[in-house]
Nanobody, 115 residues
Framework: QVQLVESGGGLVQPGGSLRLSCAASGSIFRPNTMAWYRQAPGKQTELVASITSSSSTYYADSVKGRFTISTDNAKNAVALQMNSLKPDDTAVYYC?????????WGQGTQVTVSS
């Protein structure tokens, strides 16, 4: 089993920045992929960004150039630096890890972008 603990959400004004962090613990194998998903009210869950244990990254078009995902493999941790935030970025953000053929989810952290 794997546990994920997220932190760093909150309320920020448009144009501001936030950094989300996530630490995974438990039975973690390599290679693996860590990612951030988000779900806004009334919308489907969306993959925001992902990073493999070999540091290959993916970004949704809506966040390219504004968000940066990074990982610390030694600590099984992943971070999401979010800059130039927009009201459309408001959502619950979930950290995930794909390992051992399964995907595990964190509890989610709320990000609200509003003036």
């Amino acid at each position: 089993q794997v546990q994920l603990v997220e932190s760093g959400g909150g309320l920020v004004q448009p144009g501001g920045s936030l950094r989300l962090s996530c630490a995974a613990s438990g039975s973690i194998f390599r290679p693996n992929t860590m990612a951030w998903y988000r779900q806004a009210p009334g919308k489907q869950t969306e993959l925001v960004a992902s990073i493999t244990s070999s540091s290959s990254t993916y970004y949704a078009d809506s966040v390219k150039g504004r968000f940066t995902i990074s990982t610390d493999n030694a600590k099984n941790a992943v971070a999401l630096q979010m800059n130039s935030l927009k009201p459309d970025d408001t959502a619950v953000y979930y950290c995930t890890i794909n390992t051992g053929g399964r995907r595990f989810w964190g509890q989610g952290t709320q990000v609200t972008v509003s003036s």
